[in-house]
């Protein structure tokens, strides 16, 4: 069952195109990713999910409740992590989380078990009395997501949840997360981290100027549109002719990403089968995420 | 426009906390400030000014001074304060995505903007007993006027705090509509000595009413024209927080 449901979402900001008809469909107990440059809508089509944002046009859907009749109900029952720290400064840690589970009707009692609960699964505990301003980077992260989950959503949606993060930071967070998923809770992350997507996205959508171009599992898509394995090809300014028209008359499937030459779906033994002039400055390695995503959205820059 | 809901008392308890734990650095502005005004003015100034009915001048412009400061308070609250809490700490993005909405965080900020006045209100009508200067047991009323007016005026503010795109903003708004006010709604002297023009100007501006109606109680003297005042405040705030719910909404939920 689709938990979460869009049908040709679309939303304008003066006549420019955020978010252009997006249809998605994300199962319960999943985790999707939505990848994409800057720019590409992600953030805006978060926001129309969290119904603090009227889409221009379509409809959206959680659990089968149509937001635009009842943002309350479904606001009741999502986390939300934003991506910029909106944590109150005005208050100190223990309290931001209380706050946070009275503006959900939590009664005190129970808010201040969650909070004690939630400030010692994150590590946070000694910090339970600091100022917002006292925490690093990394403890404000952790405190975003242990508030994103005071009312016990059944979806959290995370914007770059990781972004700013040491390794340490991130692995943790990431290990949170799958213990979420592993109690059942649908997650929707933003992110730009190819390495994040694919290590805890069962599906991934990637999005460019306000358009899904494809969606599927990160290894399915890697299959698809790169194949195994990327073969990389140094070519100085002499040689590069030949071969971009050598790899262009055997019919393969390549990219001149400016400083080499990207081949996709062949391996090297294949390749030097095909090719006469088998290049010597060649490297292989394992495709990722990240081929398809420059494949789909470009080397450029959007902004 | 949509109402807002009950939950806007969650916004309120969050304010409210907030100044519990901060009222210390606050303190200066709603206390220190009104009572220095009231003993610099009303004795200082007083002791030159000759009032024709023989009252003191300290008792006539006492009740005028909790008037302007319930302003102030509601006015800084709804001002510097709402635009710190939305742009700055982003607070209202993360409490609209709760089941607030945002017709119920502008709606606590204004009703807290409003507590604010009659805190102000009433610590300095409690001053004003203590230096015997009130003559009526209408006084009592005086806070929860100061509460109406505090609607009224944070109404105005987060209006205004809705459409501004900067701190900067604020001095026009200080400059040029409360602090003209503060001096031209007979807080310290009468309107009458002003030409016809403008004492009917003066009525458009919001204090006056207040000024009239919480003079009233506190000498407890009261005629006709303070119903004119009462429906005039009651008008204004209605307008104002309509308004400001619309534009807010506007502003936040793009």
Known sequence: MAIILTQNLTKKFKGLLAVDDVNLEIEEGECFGLLGPNGAGKTSLIRMIIAVSPPTEGNIWVLDKDLAVYPRQVKAILGVVPQLDNLDDDLRVFQNLTTFARYFAIPKKEAYRRST???????????HNSRIRELSGGMKRRLLLARGLINQPKIIILDEPTIGLDPQARHLVWQKLGELKAQGI?????????EEAATICDRVAIMHQGRILTQDSPQALVSRYVGDEVLEIEANSGSRGKIIEELTSCGLDFVDAGDMIQVFHVSRDELARTMVNFPER???RPATLEDVFFRLTGRTLAE | MK??????????QRDRDVFLRLWHAEAPGFVAEPIMILLAMGLGLGAYVGMVDGQRYIEFIAPGIIASYA???ASFECTY???WRMEHQRTYDAIIATPLSVEDVVAGEIF??????LITGSVILVVATVFQLVSSPWALLIPLLSFL???MFSSIAILFTSLVPSFYSFNYFFTLFITPMFFFSGVFFPLSSFPEIVQTISWIAPLTPVVHLTRALFWGEFHLNLLLALALIIVLTFFFFSISLVTMKRRLNI
């Not at chain 1, 609960?117 to 910090?127: H, P």
């Not at chain 2, 109402?3 to 309120?12: A, K, N, Q, V």
């Not at chain 2, 807290?112 to 006045?117: E, I, N, P, V």
């Open chain 1, 117 to 127: 609960e939630l400030l010692r699964l994150f590590q946070l505990e000694d910090k």
């Open chain 2, 3 to 12: 109402p807002f809901s009950w939950r806007f008392i969650r916004m309120w």
């Open chain 1, 282 to 284: 060649l490297r292989q």
């Open chain 2, 81 to 83: 304060g709402s635009f």
């Open chain 2, 71 to 73: 302003m102030f308070s």
């Open chain 2, 112 to 117: 807290w903007g409003a507590t604010r006045s």
């Open chain 2, 149 to 151: 007016a505090g609607i």
């Open chain 1, 186 to 194: 649908t997650q929707l992350i933003c992110t730009q981290n190819m």
